[in-house]
């Protein structure tokens, strides 16, 4: 019996309010394979690596700090669901790590609420714990109908991998966390020429973010992709939602389900769609229950 | 055509900013160009370029609401790529809250920031939310500990 990991989730604003089939998916599947989550909370917003941090970084980091000293407090490690969380509160403990005349600097600010940032404190994706501490073994015991013939395309992001320096989780240009993972579920990951392209989400311009939407999906459908596999909200809102407005405005459906990892995770544990949420998205996956051999159970539809 | 003039005063406010020192170390190769997605979608964006402006203090071209600035994907991949530890997302990010402090941030901007500080979240918890999360069986979602927070930044 493999020892029982113990978790604090850091859900971060996006999914819990924005996305709470996210959310539900990550409960239902770490349930099954004994992970225990610990909710803390204290936490407030990680905060975001693009608004806020745009407004003041300081103010930006001493949040930060007052986070993971949140969870240092209570003795437990984070993992994280966001790769925006993910990317704050790790590039947070580097620049403290980096620069101890800061961490003194946010510490000082810390004080006043009786907190300290130390630095002990462990800060992993969702999909690095699954590898690093779950194991693929572990993974693979988990499922009952594995996802056989199911290509799924893969869309890492930005912010779970760049930069190395900082991040620590895989090589930048040829990853292969979530081709493994994929793997592990017994679908087939695909790779396409714009796998490493940014959502664009972070970029403030009427066109752009959604030409490199638009880019992504011509890649992913050019490999025949059935459905396509992220593991981050910001990017999931950029393609699930993108492709209604690219049918919009750019006059081209692409038609491709666009699956968080615990959902596809939770779909090869045998869970109904429903169940792991995946009737409220936009692009329904009746088609990849087909292919599971596991259509006879009607999508709820919910408006 | 005239010459500019240099203006060495703008790098040393830059250089206050956290990260925002690094600008002094760039050699102006443009590996930032080449892996840039922003460069690649439009005409005017160029991380080279706005390094370049930053060197010779065009603080009036760089530090506004609509400048280019505010088109970086912040994806990170000049980061990663940088010969020279420019890190130039994160000076392109102190350059942004250099528009901070002269008031000229993006309307956007302030309203997200406004909502953080205010409720400790980034997006806004409507009726419907907890509503949808009884729905998913998931706990309901409590305020979280914003007075704190607004403690620490003041």
């Known amino acids: 019996m493999a020892k029982k990991i113990s978790v604090a989730p850091f859900w971060g604003c996006m999914i819990p309010v924005k996305y709470p089939q996210m959310e539900l998916s990550v409960r239902k599947t770490m349930e099954q394979i004994d992970v225990e989550l610990v909710d803390l909370d204290q936490f407030t917003c990680?905060?975001?690596?693009?608004?806020?941090?745009?407004?003041?970084?300081?103010?930006?980091?001493?949040?930060?700090?007052?986070?993971?000293?949140?969870?240092?407090?209570?003795?437990?490690?984070?993992?994280?669901?966001?790769?925006?969380?993910?990317?704050?509160?790790?590039?947070?403990k580097f620049m403290l790590a980096e620069d101890s005349k800061l961490k003194n600097q946010v510490n000082e600010k810390l004080k006043k609420i009786n907190k300290e940032y130390k630095g002990t404190v462990k800060v992993k994706h969702?999909?690095?714990?699954?590898?690093?501490?779950?194991?693929?073994?572990?993974?693979?015991?988990?499922?009952n109908r594995p996802l056989i013939g199911v290509k799924v395309g893969i869309h890492y992001g930005c912010h779970?991998?760049?930069?190395s320096q900082i991040m620590h989780i895989d090589d930048?240009?040829?990853?292969?966390?979530?081709?493994?993972?994929i793997q592990a579920l017994g679908a087939t990951p695909l790779t396409h020429r714009e796998k490493l392209l940014c959502c664009g989400k972070g970029c403030m311009d009427d066109e752009m973010p959604l030409e490199m939407t638009y880019e992504v999906f011509d890649?992913?459908?050019?490999?025949?992709?059935?459905?396509?596999?992220?593991?981050?909200?910001?990017?999931?809102?950029?393609?699930?939602?993108?492709?209604?407005?690219?049918?919009?405005?750019?006059?081209?459906?692409?038609?491709?389900?666009?699956?968080?990892?615990?959902?596809?995770?939770?779909?090869?544990?045998?869970?109904?769609?429903?169940?792991?949420?995946?009737?409220?998205?936009?692009?329904?996956?009746?088609?990849?229950?087909?292919?599971?051999?596991?259509?006879?159970?009607?999508?709820?539809?919910?408006? | 055509m005239t010459q500019r003039k240099l203006d060495f005063s703008f790098r040393e406010k830059l250089n206050k900013i956290v990260g925002g020192n690094h600008h002094n170390y760039c050699?102006?190769?443009?590996?930032?160009?080449?892996?840039?997605p922003a460069a690649r979608f439009s005409d005017d964006f160029n991380p080279r370029e706005i390094l370049l402006k930053t060197l010779l203090g065009e603080e009036e071209d760089?530090?506004?609401?609509?400048?280019?600035?505010?088109?970086?994907?912040?994806?990170?991949?000049?980061?990663?790529?940088?010969?020279?530890?420019?890190?130039?997302v994160e000076v392109i990010i102190a350059l942004k809250n250099l528009c901070a402090e002269q008031g000229v941030l993006p309307g956007d901007i302030n309203k997200f920031s406004e909502t953080l500080i205010k409720t400790g979240r980034s997006v806004i918890?409507?009726?419907?939310?907890?509503?949808?999360?009884?729905?998913?069986?998931?706990?309901?979602?409590?305020?979280?500990?914003?007075?704190?927070?607004?403690?620490?930044?003041e």
């Not at chain 2, 443009?30 to 840039?36: E, N």
């Not at chain 2, 939310?129 to 729905?135: C, D, F, G, L, T």
């Open chain 1, 46 to 92: 990680c905060p975001d690596p693009i608004y806020f941090k745009a407004r003041d970084k300081i103010q930006w980091l001493t949040i930060a700090a007052r986070n993971l000293a949140v969870a240092e407090e209570a003795g437990q490690d984070i993992v994280t669901m966001c790769s925006g969380c993910t990317s704050t509160l790790l590039e947070a």
């Open chain 1, 126 to 143: 969702i999909v690095v714990m699954l590898r690093d501490d779950v194991g693929v073994q572990r993974i693979k015991e988990s499922i």
């Open chain 1, 160 to 163: 779970l991998l760049k930069p």
């Open chain 1, 172 to 181: 930048a240009d040829y990853p292969s966390l979530l081709e493994n993972l």
């Open chain 1, 219 to 303: 890649s992913m459908e050019s490999v025949g992709v059935d459905c396509m596999g992220l593991i981050c909200p910001t990017c999931f809102n950029s393609f699930d939602m993108g492709q209604i407005l690219i049918a919009r405005k750019m006059n081209r459906e692409f038609n491709l389900p666009v699956i968080y990892f615990c959902q596809l995770l939770g779909l090869a544990q045998g869970f109904a769609p429903e169940e792991v949420g995946l009737h409220l998205h936009r692009i329904k996956v009746d088609r990849i229950m087909e292919m599971i051999g596991a259509s006879e159970k009607p999508l709820e539809m919910v408006a």
């Open chain 2, 27 to 36: 050699y102006q190769c443009g590996s930032c160009v080449a892996v840039c």
């Open chain 2, 62 to 88: 760089l530090i506004r609401s609509d400048s280019i600035i505010w088109k970086c994907t912040n994806c990170y991949s000049c980061y990663e790529r940088c010969p020279q530890d420019v890190r130039p």
């Open chain 2, 125 to 153: 918890i409507t009726s419907t939310v907890n509503r949808r999360r009884q729905e998913l069986g998931l706990p309901e979602l409590k305020d979280v500990n914003v007075k704190e927070l607004q403690t620490i930044i």
